[in-house]
């Protein structure tokens, strides 16, 4: 019913910036907030930013001033453009997104398949 594709991950080197896109589609009333979670090799999944349909921001710290998140409200993506990458920011990238899918009001939590993001020199 609620499709999210994300896009953009790869390999760039330290001190480089990549820009993820996750697109949500199908049955969609309206988008409440959008995230991105990371998850590296044995470590528990982490919030790295996360906006509301308001346009509020929050950020984990060691991605803050370097990630910027954003979102298209119309087209029903969010973006997460990341700078000054470190090699301790490799793993893998989640979109996260809770939306109304109709006049119920009743709220949806769905996630995207993950896309790798890969610092290294």
């Known amino acids: 019913q609620v499709q999210l594709v994300e896009s953009g991950g790869g390999l760039v080197q330290p001190g480089g910036s990549l820009r993820l896109s996750c697109a949500a589609s199908?049955?969609?009333?309206?988008?409440?907030?959008m995230g991105w979670y990371r998850q590296a090799p044995g470590k528990q999944r982490e919030l790295v930013a996360r906006?509301?349909?308001?346009?509020?921001?929050n950020y984990a710290d060691p991605v803050k001033g370097r990630f910027t998140i954003s979102r298209d409200n119309v087209k029903n993506t969010g973006y997460l453009q990341m700078n000054s990458l470190k090699p301790e920011d490799t793993a893998v990238y989640y979109c996260?997104?809770?939306?109304?899918?109709?006049?119920?009001?009743?709220?949806?939590?769905?996630w995207g398949q993950g896309t790798q993001v890969t610092v290294s020199s």
């Open positions: 996260y997104v809770n939306l109304v899918r109709d006049l119920t009001g009743s709220e949806y939590d769905y």
């Open positions: 199908g049955r969609i009333f309206r988008v409440n907030a």
């Open positions: 906006i509301t349909n308001g346009g509020a921001t």
